[in-house]
């Protein structure tokens, strides 16, 4: 394959694996379909089989060059998770939100801060750095999921709006334990690194509030339909610039910008021609993030890591549970939100890599390797999870999922 890829330029190497992608990832959907395994399952094991690690079928400097693709796809589904939280939904389900994104990751980071400590006698640094980490959620392929099986509701509306405010909480989280470690190790971190973030992304979420005023401005009644597509990608491309130039995640400010849109326009049909540009794009990205599995590195997370990914899920189940609970939702909502709470990526293993300068090598190391490992294992399960809890809060109907095959194959195809 190398021999072959020599006698290629650039640009060939370039079309020909965006090819291989998409292709690999339709293939392998038509498997897991049969499985009754969402779309996301498939293109991540897709990216497993053609990647460096398994068939090298892409080039592993084509994969390494590829980290934009994340930053793109996640502005884009941010924007259109945005159009979930009209002020309608939003009143709803109220303050209730806030209790359950407070008890789901909080008890997740808390329950794997004391059971790494007292089970392994690890040290403090280290469990309370894991443990900030564990509060994050990855949205991304949750959200996918979502999007695939057409589910809608009171439990869908709790979910968007309680993984939107996730990543605050775990910034917080995060920030507050770097301190810690930082104060009694005197870690090489500076105060600046750990409270930049945080400004950072308010920053954001303001300019996410000017996007979409401005986007309501430009969609004139007169605007063609492919002007008004144009603009939503130039403004989304560059909210998602800035972040990228700032190192923080484009998900809320994109989220924001979504918001903003919806409720000063009430412009559902935005939405709908931009969903119907995506799916190639989230094809490749959930690709990319199986590509970028070393499988090599599942022999070294050991029982300390395997530990990690059932204690967390465990916090994430139970810490919804009992926040569901005290706000007082259905039932339905209550007994399966945490299951679709399970997927962890972005957020975590940026803060991993900053996490690592703050302790030893060995044991920054160790915290990495946990974080990328179990990242990628959350995705492979998180996709077939949330749909078990989508079905069974009756967020998708029983015959939504007997016509699948005839009723959404051709949007099936395109995610």
């Not at 049969?34 to 779309?39: I, Q, R, T, V």
């Not at 939503?232 to 190192?247: E, P, R, V, Y």
């Not at 490992?373 to 998708?396: D, H, Q, T």
């Amino acid at each position: 394959m190398d021999r072959l890829l020599a006698e290629l330029n650039e640009t060939t190497i370039i079309l020909l694996s965006l090819s291989i992608m998409l292709l690999a990832g339709f293939l392998l959907t038509r498997i897991t379909k049969l499985a009754k395994l969402p779309n996301v399952t498939g293109y991540i094991l897709a990216g497993v089989l053609i990647g460096p690690y398994v068939l090298n079928v892409i080039p592993s400097e084509m994969v390494a060059n590829m980290g934009f693709i994340s930053d793109i796809a996640l502005a884009f589904i941010a924007f259109g998770v945005g159009r979930f939280f009209k002020k309608e939904a939003f009143q709803e389900t109220g303050f209730g939100v806030i209790v359950i994104t407070l008890m789901e990751s909080l008890m997740a980071g808390a329950l794997v801060t004391l059971l790494m400590r007292y089970l392994f006698n690890l040290n403090w640094s280290f469990c309370l750095l894991l443990g900030a980490i564990a509060t994050a959620t990855a949205p991304a392929s949750t959200m996918v999921t979502i999007r695939q099986y057409h589910a809608r509701g009171t439990f869908v509306n709790t979910l968007l709006q309680v993984v939107a405010f996730d990543d605050a909480v775990c910034l917080i989280a995060f920030s507050i334990a770097s301190a810690y470690v930082n104060a009694h190790a005197g870690g090489s971190i500076s105060a600046s690194e750990i409270i930049l973030p945080l400004v950072y992304n308010i920053v954001v979420l303001a300019i996410g509030i000017l996007n979409g005023a401005i986007l309501s401005k430009l969609m004139t009644p007169k605007r063609s339909e492919d002007n008004r597509l144009i603009l939503t990608i130039s403004l989304l491309l560059g909210l998602a610039g800035l972040c990228a130039a700032l190192d923080i995640s484009p998900l809320l400010s994109c989220m924001v910008f979504g918001t903003t849109y919806i409720n000063m326009t009430k412009d559902k049909e935005l939405y709908k021609q931009v969903e119907k540009f995506t799916p190639p794009i989230l094809s490749i990205f959930f690709v990319v993030s199986g590509m970028n599995l070393d499988i090599g590195s599942f022999g070294t997370l050991g029982i300390i890591g395997v530990a990690y990914f059932f204690i967390r899920i465990i916090g994430k189940y139970f810490g919804a549970y009992f926040g569901c609970m005290m706000a007082g939702t259905t039932k339905a909502v209550r007994n399966y939100l945490g299951l679709a709470l399970v997927p962890q990526a972005g957020v975590a293993i940026g803060l991993a890599f900053l996490g690592r300068r703050l302790l030893h090598e060995s044991s920054g190391n160790m915290l990495l390797t946990i974080i990328l490992s179990s990242s990628v294992l959350y995705e492979l399960i998180g996709p077939a999870s949330a749909k078990f809890a989508l079905f069974r809060s009756g967020a998708i109907k029983q015959e939504s999922l007997a016509t699948l095959p005839q009723a959404v194959e051709s949007s099936a195809d395109r995610a």
